[in-house]
């Protein structure tokens, strides 16, 4: 948890599609509604890659507990300079 440094655990529900495609053959178009495309090599596909990507994709970037709450605020001490503000004052 970002708050609390506490662990614990969530669940992550995400599907996605991609489409595998011979090296060379990708779309020369980029289009951000299209499936992504992976380009492979030979006859063999890294699909553990293509779902490690997606998965960092889908994981929250700051993690938060349920109920989890921020600390209240500690006053800080007076700085070095805090004097001068009185003087300035006048």
Known sequence: CVVTLDEFEAELTESFTVRFVPEGAESPEIDPEAEDEI??????????????????????LYPRRPGALLPEAEAAPPGPFAGLGALRRR
């Open 39 to 60: 380009p492979y090599r030979g006859r063999t596909i890294d699909l553990g890659e293509a779902v490690s990507e997606q998965l960092a994709l889908a994981l929250d």
